[in-house]
Nanobody, 126 residues
């Protein structure tokens, strides 16, 4: 059974930093992992993704140069370093994994996600 467990969420003032982690278990094959977020009343959106076959990454424009996605294959974990946080970053953040994606350009497309974590809340105050 595949489990994705997020941790590291919390409440910080604007300009602060948080590091989210996603621990994967039971996931024998995956070449794409991603972070999504969903704010109240809004659609879940992809924040960042990593094509684990070669490490290529994708970032939504709203988080470029502030967030960094990384993986640790030895520990089966994925992280999201979030700096210069803004109130508009407030959301539930979800870890996601794809068993096999055809190519890096498609990594993290919502319709391809095979597994989701339960989410971790990030709240950024003014």
């Amino acid at each position: 059974q595949v489990r994705l467990v997020e941790s590291g969420g919390g409440s910080v003032p604007a300009g602060g930093s948080l590091r989210l982690s996603c621990a994967a278990s039971g996931l024998s094959v995956s070449n794409c992992m991603a972070w999504f977020r969903q704010a109240p009343g809004k659609v879940r959106e992809r924040v960042a993704s990593i094509y684990t076959s070669d490490g290529r990454t994708y970032y939504d424009d709203s988080v470029k140069d502030r967030f960094t996605i990384s993986q640790d294959n030895a520990k089966n974990t994925m992280s999201l370093q979030m700096n210069s946080l803004k109130p508009e970053d407030t959301a539930m953040y979800y870890c996601a994994a794809v068993t096999r994606v055809a190519d890096a350009a498609r990594c993290g497309w919502p319709e391809d996600i095979d597994y989701w974590g339960q989410g971790t809340q990030v709240t950024v105050s003014l």
